[in-house]
C-alpha cells in the first residue's frame, strides 16, 4: 500500500482510468466529479467520493485535476468550494488539464503562499495512453516537487519529462497540439487522395506509416478513419479548445501559426455541423467535404 492520498478531481475520459491505475498501484483514492456517476465505477473499486473540491483537497496529500476548460480549471481552485479552501499545508496539486500557461503560474504562485506545491502536468496519448497507462506527461513546476510525485506520475506514465518552471508543461503541450493540427491534416489528405486514387486504404498504411510519414496519427487514428470510427480519444470541442489556447499564446509572442489557424477553422466548421463530441480524426469529415466541392466544382 503506497502511503500516499491521491485525490483526483475530474474522473472522466481521462481522469477515470488515471485513476484507476492509481487504485491498482495501492493508492488511497478519492475523487470528486460534476457526474457523480463517472465516479462509480471508482468507487466500486474503493475510491472514496467527496462532494466538494475543498472537502476532497483538505483529506489529500496530492490533488490531482483533470477537468474541461480554463474557466472549469480556475473555478475549481479558487472558488468558494474550490481546492485552495481546503487544501493543507505541504500538499501538492497536480493540474493535468490542458489549460492556459498563464493560468498554471497564477495557481502555482498562489499556492505558495498557502505552503503549497503546484505543478501543471498536461498529458498526450489519448484515452488509450491513458488506458494502458502510457501517458507523455509534461510537466512544469518546482523540479523537488515534482521529485517527490514522481512514483505517482509513474503509475500512468510512461514518458515523464521535466519542461521547467510553473507553466513550462503548458507550453510543451501546447508545442505537442500544435504539431498534432499539421501531422493530422496530412494523415487526412493523404487518405482522401488515397481513396480517390483507388487505393487499398489499409495496405496503403502499411506501407507509409513504416516510413518517413510515422507518427502517431497515422498509427491510431487513421485506422480509425478507415473504419468510419470517429469516437473519441480526444474530440474536436476539446482541440478546438487547446488551439485557441495555443494562438493566443503565439500573438502574445507576435507569432504567426498559419496552419495551426486553419485546423482551428477546419474544426470549427465540424462543431458547426454538431459533430463537436466526435474524435480529432473527425476533421478528415470536413476536408472530405471540402473535397467533394471542389470535384464537383471542376466537373
Excluded at 40 to 45: F, H, R, T, W
Aim: net charge negative; aromatic share 6%.
Amino acid at each position: 500500500m503506497n502511503d500516499k492520498t491521491i485525490g483526483v478531481i475530474g474522473t472522466g475520459l481521462m481522469g477515470n482510468p488515471i485513476a484507476k491505475h492509481l487504485l491498482n498501484a495501492g493508492y488511497t483514492v478519492l475523487v470528486h466529479n460534476r457526474t457523480k456517476s463517472k465516479a462509480d465505477s471508482l468507487m466500486e473499486m474503493g475510491a472514496t467520493w467527496f462532494d466538494t473540491p475543498a472537502a476532497l483537497a483538505e483529506q489529500s496529500d496530492v490533488v490531482i485535476t483533470m477537468i474541461g476548460y480554463p474557466k472549469d480549471v480556475e473555478a475549481c481552485y479558487f472558488g468558494a468550494d474550490g481546492v485552495f479552501q481546503g487544501i493543507k499545508s505541504g500538499a501538492v496539486t497536480i493540474d493535468m488539464t490542458t489549460t492556459k500557461p498563464s493560468l498554471a503560474v497564477q495557481i502555482a504562485q498562489h499556492a505558495a503562499t498557502l505552503g503549497v506545491d503546484s505543478i501543471d502536468a498536461p498529458v498526450s496519448g489519448g484515452e488509450v495512453g491513458a488506458i494502458n497507462g502510457t501517458l507523455s506527461i509534461m510537466v512544469g513546476g518546482k523540479k523537488s516537487a515534482v521529485d517527490r510525485v514522481m512514483p505517482v506520475f509513474e503509475a500512468f506514465g510512461k514518458n515523464i519529462i521535466y519542461q521547467g518552471p510553473a507553466g513550462a508543461g503548458q507550453h510543451t503541450k501546447m508545442c505537442n497540439q500544435i504539431t498534432i493540427a499539421g501531422t493530422l491534416i496530412g494523415v487526412c489528405e493523404g487518405l482522401i487522395y488515397g481513396r480517390k486514387a483507388g487505393l487499398d486504404l489499409t495496405t496503403m498504411l502499411q506501407s507509409i506509416s513504416k516510413g518517413a510519414a510515422g507518427c502517431w496519427s497515422l498509427d491510431v487514428l487513421a485506422p480509425k478513419i478507415v473504419k468510419g470510427d470517429y469516437s473519441p480519444g480526444g474530440t474536436i470541442d476539446n482541440f478546438v479548445k487547446d488551439m485557441g489556447i495555443a494562438l493566443e499564446e503565439a500573438e502574445t509572442m507576435q507569432l504567426s501559426l498559419p496552419g495551426l489557424a486553419l485546423v482551428k477553422q477546419l474544426s470549427l466548421s465540424i462543431q458547426a455541423m454538431g459533430k463537436g463530441s466526435l474524435g480529432n480524426q473527425a476533421l478528415y469529415l470536413a476536408l472530405e467535404k471540402l473535397s467533394n466541392m471542389d470535384s464537383k466544382a471542376v466537373s
